[in-house]
Structures are given as structure tokens and as C-alpha cells.
């Protein structure tokens, strides 16, 4: 068997650490070096030493890894991604994708990008973490994806990622700013967006706070009042609210998504609000921050998303369905207030609005008074 020194891509000196691997052990080196033949024995001890040596010189904290090719920037975090920020075309929005527990469990749903045996296939709009809306000007941002008609295409509104201002990772935080246009099937610009992502890890808790500012171009704006917004996540199979009906949902347009039974037998989560509202029952009411909580990979997790005081509509309707949507959605009153309230949110050029978000995505139990301590550390921050 014939072995050369790059036959493993690892980031590190692989001739220097067979070099001290071979010093340690009192045996010769240079079979390796100049590709001769080797027992099979002390082959597969030097492998196993290069990898233990990689994984232990491996970078801690976080780390940014820009890949303009495949459209992504990953997060990484003690050498395993976290997740990725992706502007992928297929998407018609930048979202991150896929998103994981610190110790490396999945809580995002795959399709359709990277579907995973099980899972459903409604809504294919619906990937990882987004922000966006079912009605600006009357184009629907949020329910656009490469399954909508070629002739329905005029209805619909895309957001078009630009660049990727910074990134920068050391330790337990990181940063990435990027620039976006949301704009109309022409490719008219109505809004430009600058979104600040701050990462962190603390403990068993991987925190996203996403501020997105939003700076109308077109003459006027109206975010009309609609149920589908604004801030999003679309989590696995496991952490849906167990449910033995079938179920439809129906846009801005009239469209008609059908959401099949299946199988709950591994189906474990639950909603939880501010104020002690479980379920089902979360939806449509407002509070300060929301969670679902289930156990996915055998381990308790859960999704935390807090709000903030300076977002408009504070604090937030939310816009969790038990079949994995779970949504922040400030904008949606008169729908959710059955016609009691109603915002309709304006801008002119020029005008400006921003939205700021806390996702955290815990491994373990979790209470009251955890979810109560992260919204006091990040409400206290100034927008």
C-alpha cells in the first residue's frame, strides 16, 4: 500500500506530525515521506495519530469561512459548523442553513435543499432562519420558491444578497455583516438591507442576534397586515407539536398548501410563551419571547426567540404552527387581532426601520428564568 504525505487534507504540517509520530516511537519516517511501502499496523497507527493530532490543533472558538463559489459564509465554532449563512439562488432569500446545538445536534428541517428521510415536504419556502414578508407593495416576499407557476412570477418579490461587508470570529464571538436589495420580479430595487449577525456561545447555548435594517428605495412602502412574516425558523420533523389531522393553509393569493397527518410516534415539541401559553395556543397571541421545546437526536433542546423592545409592534404576535413553523411576526395585527388592531406599516424613501431578534438554540432543560435572563442581556443593548 502506497501512502503519500498530502493523501489527507487536514489544514496542517502532515509530514511534521508522522515526522514526530515515528520520532516518539523510535520508528523511521522516510517510508512514508518517499511513498515506499509500510507495515499495514504502523499505517494505520500514524493515521490515527495524524487525526488526533488535527482535531487537537484544530482552531477553538469561532471562525467565518467565506465560500463565494457554493454562496455561503460558514460559522464555525471549535472546528464543527454551526451554521451557514447561504444565498443560494434557489431560495429567493438568504437564510441560515442548516442549525445546530453546540455539541453538533441538527433542529432545522432539511427540504428542500437537503431532505432527510421522514420529513415533510410542505411549503418549500421554508428553510432554516429568514426574515422576510408575504406583502410589500402587494409582492409576496415570504411564500416565493422555484415551485411557484412561471405565469404567477409578477407576484412575487425576491431578496437579493450583494456582500458580505465583514466577518470576523475569535473566541466565544463572532460577527457578519452583509448587504441585500429586495426587489420585484424585474429586478426593481424597493428596499435595501444591511443585516448585523452576532454569534455566540455560552455554555450549552448558541446565540444568533440578527439585526436587519431595512431603507426604502421605491417612493412609498406598505407592509400591509398579513399572517406570513417576518422573523422564521423551520425546524426538524422531532420538534413539531404532535398532530393526528391533516391540515390547509392558505396565502395572501388564495394558494392552497395541504399539510398531511403522519406518523407522531418521535414527534415531541411544544410552544411555550412568555406568559404560560402552551401550544397551539401560542399562535396568535403577542409576548416578549416564545420557545419550542422537544428532543431531538435523544436530547432535550429547544429554540428560544426573543424580541425587542425597539422592533415595531412590540412586542411580537406569534405565528407558530404546530407542523414547524415558528415565526416572530410584529407586522400581522389586524389578522391576528381578529380586526382590532392594524398597522400597516409605511415607509417613503429615504425612511429607514430595523428589526432585532435573539435566536438561541439550547441543549438541555430549559425554564422560565433562563429565557427571562437571555431577553434581559439582550434587551438591555441598545438598537
Known sequence: ????ADCISTGIDIRAV???FFALTNQSYSVLIDKKQIHMRKLMIAVSFIMLAHGTFAQKGFSLKEDPSRKKVD????????????????TEKPVLFPVKTVSGITVTRGYP??????????????????????SVNGLDFWNNSTAIAREKLDHYGSIRHQKVVSASGKGDKAALQTTSNWVDHSGNILLNEVTDFHFGVSGKDFIIDRTSTLS????????????????AIRVSRALEM??????????????????????????????VNREGVQGDSVWGKRSEWAYLKGKEGGKDVAIIIIDHPSNPGYPTYWHARGYGLFAANPL????????????????????????SYRIVIHEGAVSAKDVDALMKSFTQVKK
Request: net charge negative; proline share 4%; hydrophobic share 35%.
Open 332 to 355: 400581522g395585527q389586524k389578522v391576528f387581532s381578529k380586526g382590532k388592531e392594524e398597522l400597516d406599516l409605511k415607509l417613503t424613501k429615504g425612511e429607514k426601520v430595523s428589526f
Open 1 to 4: 500500500m502506497l501512502v503519500t
Open 75 to 90: 460559522i464555525v465554532y471549535d472546528g464543527k459548523v454551526l451554521t451557514s449563512y447561504c444565498y443560494f439562488d434557489s
Open 216 to 231: 426604502a428605495v421605491a417612493p412609498e412602502l406598505e407592509f400591509k397586515d398579513v399572517k406570513d412574516g417576518m422573523l
Open 242 to 271: 404532535p398532530s393526528k389531522e391533516a391540515g390547509s393553509f392558505v396565502d395572501a393569493h388564495g394558494e392552497v398548501t395541504k399539510v398531511p397527518a403522519m406518523d407522531n410516534s418521535k414527534v415531541t415539541g411544544l410552544y
Open 113 to 134: 435543499v437537503a431532505p432527510r428521510e421522514g420529513e415533510r415536504t410542505d411549503h418549500p419556502h421554508h428553510l432554516g432562519i429568514w426574515l422576510n414578508y408575504e
Open 18 to 20: 508522522v515526522r514526530l
